[in-house]
């Protein structure tokens, strides 16, 4: 189950950033709206996300907040324990990557079309908060990569006197800005009317 704690923090981060309130930092840039339940022609709907790479805890905070996300831009999400121990038993290392062995047994006990892979880091010093996230699309089938990205919290080196939050707050920023940017690439892929799995790279 989605850790309470973090989704909450979540959901007040985007309610904040749509109440106006003023602040010295941009807003995340990534507001939730109502799920339409469309994704364009091709793109897989059943998905999972795999725990991050990563430090605990900040590594389960941007997996579960990435998994509200992606159910309110339409995919159909399944719980990370429905897997992870799938996940844990076949794989190797704790990389981002999966291995064929285990995309097979995904494929064949969960019917996953593709799974949310990715890597975090957070930092803190005395003047400044950062973070940075690093997710792929893969494809169940065949491990192509159908979309991938790297994303940042825009409000990074800014100075602590002048930004509130820690480590946690940082993430949420960039989990926000993966979001913003795969529905950029979902809605281009909507305009052009293809048909194919992939979609175009994000990236900052």
Known sequence: MISRFYRVVFLLSIGAALS?????????????????GK??????????????????????QASDQLTAGLLNLGFDVIERSNFQAIIDELEI?????????????L??????????????????????????????????????????????DPRSRISRRKVRGDVKTSITYSV???????KEALDRRTASGEEVKELFNGGT
């Open 20 to 36: 106006g309130c003023k602040s010295t930092h941009p807003s995340p840039g990534f507001h939730l709206g109502e799920n339409t």
């Open 107 to 152: 494929g064949n006990q969960l019917a996953l079309e593709a799974i949310f892979t990715g890597s975090v880091t957070g930092e803190e010093s005395t003047f400044w908060i950062d973070s940075h996230i690093n997710v792929k699309l893969v494809d169940i089938d065949t491990g192509r990569i159908i979309w991938a990205t790297t994303a940042q």
């Open 176 to 182: 926000n800005e993966v979001l913003r940017q795969l």
């Open 93 to 105: 290392s704790s990389s981002d990557v999966i291995s064929e062995p285990t995309r097979a047994e």
């Open 39 to 60: 994704l364009p022609p091709g793109v897989p709907r059943r998905v999972g996300v795999a725990l991050f790479a990563g430090e605990s805890p900040i590594n389960q």
